[in-house]
């Protein structure tokens, strides 16, 4: 059974299951990427490595997207704890709070919650506790959201679980760059992996060409650039 992962511009992502649809860090409102709207994107399961405006969808007016999503399609939050408790308080009814190292089943398999490098204030200045990223188990595939991150050397350990795939950001600035990513490909081992969070806006713009050129040459990792809307099968 293929699992199917949709770009929807930054660092929002769609992972679909033949029974299944999970939706990362839901960013449509003031995403000048985006390629469907809040109103639209179907989702069962929500996964939020972390609280910040362009993860949440934030729209400057105390509302989110995150939340209108959660309230329209029923979705199951899965958030670090003092963010689900902030995604509680906002009238989310099914949020499941997490932390560091846990595993949570769920009805397509089941989320690893792993260390990022970031920070995670939320945009009403909550603490929202750490980033966060996962390591998703579904359709007998294991599949690493590094979210917002810096290189980091543990990353290592998140290797040995043995990735299918990964989703790592290479925008520069607020994450790793192009470099530090090539050499987080190194330590991750993954079989695919796929660039987010670059191209957004001006300040993280990057040559995703370059980059897969980098991954081919220097990694057993195999590149997948897509723009925003486009799919990459994994089977
Ligand atoms: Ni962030
Ligand atoms: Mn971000």
């Known amino acids: ?45 929500i996964l939020l490595t972390h609280g910040h405006g362009d993860h949440v969808g934030a729209k400057g007016d105390g509302t989110y997207d995150i939340v209108d999503i959660a309230k329209r399609t029923k979705a ?47 945009p009403d200045g909550t603490y929202g506790g750490m980033p966060t990223g996962f390591v998703v188990e579904a359709a007998g595939r294991k599949i690493y959201f590094a979210g917002d991150t810096a290189l980091f050397s543990d990353m290592k350990l998140i290797g040995d679980i043995v990735l299918d795939a990964a989703v790592l950001p290479i925008g520069d600035l607020f994450t790793m760059g192009i470099e530090d990513s090539i050499r987080a490909v190194k330590l991750l081992q993954p079989k695919h992996v796929v660039p987010g969070h670059f191209n957004t806006w001006p300040p993280i713009e990057q040559d995703a060409t370059a980059w897969a050129s980098k991954v081919r040459h220097e990694t057993n990792a195999t590149p997948h650039v897509l723009t925003p809307g486009q799919t990459f099968d994994l089977h």
Do not use: C, R
């Open 1 to 45: 059974m293929a699992l199917k992962l949709i770009w929807h511009g930054h660092g929002t992502w769609s992972l679909h299951t033949e029974d299944h649809k999970i939706l990362i860090d839901p960013f449509f409102s003031g995403n000048p990427a985006a390629d469907v709207s809040a109103d639209e994107v179907e989702a069962d399961t």
């Open 76 to 122: 199951h939050v899965v958030t670090i704890y003092e963010t689900a408790n902030w995604l509680s308080a906002h009238g989310v009814e099914e949020v499941t709070g997490m932390n560091l190292g846990g595993t949570l089943k769920l009805p397509f398999g089941s989320v690893k919650m792993t260390l990022a490098l970031h920070s995670n204030g939320l």
